[in-house]
């Protein structure tokens, strides 16, 4: 059963305009959310990230929002840029801090 | 300061035979987590180890199999492969917790004819 569902495989947006990309869990003791961008023949890099006891997180262009009755999440990126063009994965941090349970990822292609 | 480093970068075995992959974590960095991803899965966690000692195991096989060193260098074996085996396997190295400062390395990518 997955814990961490990216349900958009991909997601086409033109250069300038905003992406959003969502991410819904399931388990609700889950306190900590990430985001990670992946380039291909990389490993994952870390973007941003959100503590449950907050609804919003801000990094410049990206911005994390979290809906925790909804058990939602997602990411804002804008403008959004061709360099942003990569895989995104959501991940939720175990109490313990021993492990990250992925989504399956998001494919974003931002056009010029 | 040199990132987490995976050797070897890729890998071809056949079905049956048994692969060991390596990771050096980033100088400091006492945790070390592994990921296999594969196109239909995503990213999936296969263990974390801290300090010598597993910490949580995710859920697969015995076949998968891992240790910890003191120098905090890590291994993963993977004994009797399957085709399902091919992914790209990630490590990732921490200070401490899997926070946000968990980083990861580059991959190794198996493929099991």
């Known amino acids: 059963d997955q814990q961490v569902k990216q349900n958009s495989p991909s997601l086409s947006v033109q250069e300038g305009r905003i992406s959003i990309l969502n991410c819904d869990y399931t388990n609700s003791m889950f306190d900590y959310f990430l985001w990670y961008k992946k380039y291909p023949a990389e490993g994952p890099t870390f973007l941003i990230s959100?503590?449950?006891?907050?609804d919003k997180n801000e990094d410049g262009r990206f911005t994390v929002f979290l809906n925790k009755s909804a058990k939602h999440l997602s990411l804002h990126i804008v403008p959004s840029q061709p360099g942003d063009s990569a895989v995104y994965f959501c991940a939720a941090r175990n109490q313990a801090g021993t492990a990250l349970i992925f989504g399956k990822g998001t494919t974003l292609s931002v056009s010029s | 300061k040199a990132g987490v480093t995976q050797t070897p970068r890729y890998l071809i075995k056949t079905r049956g035979q048994q692969v060991t992959l390596s990771c050096s974590p980033i100088?400091?960095?006492?945790?070390v987590s592994w990921y296999q991803q594969t196109p239909g899965q995503g990213l999936q966690f296969l263990f974390e180890?801290?300090?010598?000692?597993?910490?949580n195991k995710g859920n697969f096989p015995g076949r998968f199999s891992g240790r910890q060193f003191s120098n905090s260098r890590s291994e993963m074996n993977v004994s009797t492969l399957e085709l399902g085996d091919s992914a790209l396997y990630l490590c990732a190295s921490s200070l401490d917790r899997v926070d946000n400062e968990q980083f990861f390395g580059p991959g190794t990518r198996l493929t099991v004819l």
């Open positions: 100088s400091g960095h006492r945790s």
């Open positions: 959100i503590s449950s006891i907050k």
């Open positions: 180890y801290f300090s010598e000692t597993q910490r």
